[in-house]
C-alpha cells in the first residue's frame, strides 16, 4: 500500500522560507513522476510543481522562480523548497503522482504572514 507522509509545514512572515518534505512508500517513487499540490481554503486543489519526463521541472506560474521542485532517491523522498513566500501561498500542501494519483496523505500546512 502507497502511502505519502507530507512535512515541514508552518507559520512563517512573507519574503521566508519553508522547505517541504515528503516521503513515499511503497513502489512508486522511483518509477513515477511526482508533484506537489496545494488547496487553500474555499479553492480547489492545484498543481504547484512538477517533474516532467526527461528530467525537466514545470512550475505554476504563480510560484515560478520562488518554488523549487528536488527528490532523492535514496530516501525515497521528494522536496518543496519555498522561498519569498507571499500570504496567496497560505494552504495546505500535498504531494502525489502527477498522473494516476494514488491516496492522498494528510498534507502540510503553510501559514504565510503579511
Known amino acids: 500500500q502507497v502511502q505519502l507522509v507530507e512535512s515541514g509545514g508552518g507559520l512563517v512572515q512573507a519574503g521566508g522560507s519553508l522547505r517541504l518534505s515528503c516521503a513515499v512508500s511503497g513502489s512508486i517513487f522511483r518509477l513515477n513522476r511526482m508533484g506537489w499540490y496545494r488547496q487553500a481554503p474555499g479553492k480547489q486543489r492545484e498543481l504547484v510543481a512538477a517533474e516532467t519526463s526527461g528530467g525537466g521541472k514545470n512550475y505554476a506560474d504563480s510560484v515560478k522562480g520562488r518554488f523549487t521542485i528536488s527528490r532523492d532517491n535514496a530516501k525515497n523522498t521528494v522536496y518543496l523548497q519555498m522561498n519569498s513566500l507571499k500570504p496567496e501561498d497560505t494552504a495546505v500542501y500535498y504531494c502525489?503522482?502527477?498522473?494516476?494519483?494514488?491516496?492522498w496523505g494528510q498534507g502540510t500546512q503553510v501559514t504565510v504572514s503579511s
Open positions: 502525489n503522482k502527477v498522473r494516476f494519483w494514488v491516496d
